[in-house]
């Protein structure tokens, strides 16, 4: 008895003394865990479910992905620990029993059997390498204590599993199945469990992409256990066993390449950036554009954003045609690239214009030559149409009337509207808002611009397009729930045609959309918008050179068409109608309800949908002062009927109204419509009076027919003068304008056929002859 104490007395202080030197030991010889945790991870941008989308290895070239225990499968913790430590939950960093054992087969059969290290000596040797002796032995022992002495048991194996290696560069069982299963941790099967858990043991010789049959080897060893520990079902076992090993290798996935390279700039030290992108929709767009380009020239590349209109979060981010690509400048992002907007930004001039009162859907605007201030732009096809309402201006894209609408906006309202929806337009240095903004004037990002366009489809809220889970959302009101409703419809109106797709792809047209392109075609855009999502589209060369007939219809509705026939069908969500937007029944020339109208007034009536039942009048004609709300008072014989002039008056006169249209819309006005055919004749007096201020083309006479010389080989010419005329002059040759503005016209080469000539002066006058060439 007295031995026993005096051998639990000496056990009981060189327990302590190992204990006092072991805190001394680990005072004077304390972890690197400092080093440890400097070990950067890969920078890994993920899309909104956590699958990788690129990543970026750390400063040596390792690839880690972050993971906690909670994130990793179950079935995997199962196969670890039973097949490195069964009793890691049970023992100090060190098993005792483990190392007897080994200790005994080494003694009998004169070599290693099987192994002593627990998981935490593992994570001890990775923390601190050393070489396989007995004294390295050891310090990783004395290493494993300090680690169960200074952590818990969680998060010695949240280490291991963050840092265990996999083979080459990969570091981590999460990197480890991206790599090789292409699938987070969370997703492992049976057999891929047990695979990722038997890797680190001989991590180059069990790399499942090089040497399957050796994986697959070791991996039906582990099963082979976890059946006689009853971990797993014989079943379950089976099924595992069954299943053949095949990996790939991938560290570096390119999925959204620019839209990651642009996150990882913007958190240089956030190890996981999770984005909001839909990796199986982006990858399919991927290669829609990147087919679609293959038949564009070289130097061409395309752009494509994608986002959901109920949070701005951003789908799909394609910023070039080819990333790898030189030739197309893959590199370049143009979705973060300031281009010319073309004719996209019309439909806020319309828009706004609606909420401010100045127009409705079928308002009477000019599609005329006008000139505003010297500046004197042209429609697309250099030809006039006359009279068109809202509606058909904005959907055929008509400069004049848009620059007609944006004049009574006025440029710098519009400008400061937009800027503070979150659209900053780029203008030359010391340029100032003008109305070249209607036509692409100025320079924008497709961020910014889908972000204004999406208001179409969110009841007139624009926003900030967001990419990653941690941006804050903005948001500002651009038009009204009505305006938006109104214009969004006016677009969905305009079919997508082509020859692409089949309409039946497309029973029912549910978006709207717009397109633009800027001059000398190096952008050609597209932007559409319905309640579920919008989307823009670009397309150009990125060194902004000219392009031939690279148009938003031609090049950039045909690549959209192919989009909207791959997107769910559930993601056509028209619209809804507000309440304060219904339809009515107004009348042209002046542009208000029919029920508020005399009947001789009303001309043409059109079904318009009004905003809070308001139909604004039409504006007035900017170059003719003699149109005043579209009614003309004239003074009348009341004998016979006949206009007078205060100097012709033979005897006694009234007043009467007549609606009469714009005078500038008469060359382009059916007989009736004319003044000519609205007003009463001038009475006999009156009439030479009138006639000597009349505007005529001399030169010819009308429906003359023209001959060459006989003598002459040369095509005919003409040469007509104008007389009469005030300001400058719009000459039009079948409907065409032409350059001139002088009271001058001269017609070369002219070829076989009818000519038809008029001329609008900056009265609002006109005249015009027909002739015929004959050879």
Not at 357 to 367: K, Q, T, V
């Amino acid at each position: 008895m007295l031995k026993l104490k005096k051998w639990l007395k000496r056990l009981t202080l060189i327990t302590l003394a190992l204990f006092i030197s072991f805190i001394m030991l680990d005072f004077l010889m304390p972890l690197p865990i400092e080093d440890f945790n400097k070990r950067h991870f890969a920078q890994v941008v993920v899309d909104k479910d956590g699958l990788p989308l690129r990543s970026f290895p750390d400063s040596q070239g390792v690839w880690r992905y972050p993971v906690e225990l909670s994130e990793v499968s179950p079935l995997y913790l199962q196969a670890l620990l039973n097949y490195e430590d069964r009793y890691y939950y049970q023992h100090f960093g060190v098993n005792p029993l483990a190392i007897m054992r080994a200790f005994g087969q080494w003694l009998t059969t004169g070599e290693l059997v099987s192994g002593a290290s627990t998981l935490t000596m593992q994570v001890a040797r990775i923390l601190i390498p050393h070489k396989k002796s007995f004294s390295g032995k050891i310090a990783q022992m004395f290493r494993a204590l300090q680690l169960e002495w200074h952590y818990n048991k969680q998060e010695i194996l949240t280490y291991y599993i963050n840092y265990a290696p996999f083979g080459g560069p990969l570091e981590g069982v999460q990197a480890a199945s991206y790599a090789y299963l292409d699938k987070s941790v969370t997703e492992l099967s049976h057999s891929e469990a047990a695979l990722l858990a038997v890797m680190p043991q001989s991590p180059s010789r069990f790399r499942p992409d090089r040497y399957p049959q050796r994986a697959q080897k070791a991996r039906n060893k582990l099963l082979t256990r976890l059946l006689d520990f009853e971990i797993w079902s014989a079943v379950l076992i089976k099924e595992a066993m069954d299943e053949p090993v095949f990996a790939q290798y991938n560290t570096r996935p390119q999925i959204a390449p620019l839209l990651s390279r642009r996150l990882i700039k913007k958190h240089p030290h956030k190890q996981v950036i999770k984005s909001t992108i839909d990796s199986e929709l982006q990858i399919e767009l991927e290669a829609l554009v990147k087919d679609y380009m293959a038949n564009k020239p070289a130097k061409m590349s395309a752009a494509l954003l994608l986002v959901d209109n109920q949070d701005l979060t951003t789908l799909a981010y394609i910023g070039s045609a080819d990333f790898l690509s030189k030739s197309r400048a893959g590199h370049v992002d143009m979705i973060q690239a300031v281009r010319s907007p073309g004719s996209t930004l019309k439909p806020f001039i319309y828009g706004i214009a609606i909420d401010e009162g100045i127009i409705h859907a079928e308002s009477l605007l000019f599609d005329v030559p006008q000139s505003f201030a010297s500046y004197r732009p042209k429609n697309f096809t250099e030809s006039f149409s006359g009279p068109v309402s809202a509606s058909q201006a904005l959907g055929r894209s008509l400069n004049m009337p848009a620059v007609q609408v944006l004049h009574e906006i006025t440029p710098e309202s519009f400008y400061a509207k937009l800027k503070n929806a979150g659209l900053d337009i780029k203008l030359p240095l010391t340029a100032k808002p003008n109305l070249s903004l209607a036509l692409g004037g100025g320079g924008v990002s497709m961020q910014q611009l889908l972000g204004v366009f999406s208001s179409l489809g969110r009841k007139g809220m624009a926003g900030n397009i967001r990419s990653n889970m941690d941006e804050a959302q903005h948001q500002q009101k651009l038009l009204s729930k009505g305006s938006a409703w109104i214009v969004q419809n006016i677009l969905s109106q305009v079919p997508l045609k082509g020859q692409l797709h089949s309409q039946a792809l497309l029973p029912q047209q549910t978006i709207a959309y717009k397109t633009g392109t800027s001059y000398g075609y190096r952008d050609a855009w597209v932007l559409a918008s319905n309640q579920k999502y919008s989307i823009a589209i670009w397309l150009g060369q990125p060194d902004g050179s000219f392009l031939e007939k690279n148009t938003g219809r031609s090049s950039a509705v045909p690549l959209l068409r192919k989009v909207l026939s791959i997107l769910p069908n559930d993601w056509t969500q028209p619209v809804k109608q507000p309440f304060n937007v219904a339809m009515a029944t107004i009348c042209w020339p002046l542009g208000t309800k029919q029920n508020v109208q005399e009947s001789q007034f009303c001309h043409k009536k059109r079904n318009a949908y009004l905003l809070e039942e308001t139909a604004p009048p039409t504006i007035n004609d900017a170059l003719s002062t003699a149109f005043s709300g579209g009614l003309l008072t004239v003074t009348t014989e009341v004998k016979t009927g006949l206009r007078v002039l205060p100097s012709c008056s033979p005897g006694k006169t009234t007043a009467k109204q007549f609606a009469v249209w714009p005078r500038v819309l008469e060359p382009w006005l059916a007989i009736p419509f004319r003044r000519e055919s609205i007003l009463p004749n001038y009475s006999k007096q009156c009439q030479l009076l009138q006639s000597s201020s009349q505007l005529r083309i001399v030169g010819i006479h009308d429906n003359a027919i023209i001959y060459p010389e006989a003598s002459s080989q040369q095509l005919p010419h003409v040469q007509l003068k104008l007389e009469g005329s005030v300001g400058d002059n719009y000459w039009f040759v079948n409907g065409i304008l032409q350059e001139s503005t002088a009271n001058k016209l001269i017609l070369i080469d002219l070829q076989t056929g009818q000519y038809k000539v008029h001329v609008v002066d900056d009265s609002g006058n006109f005249t015009e002859i027909k002739f015929e060439v004959k050879i």
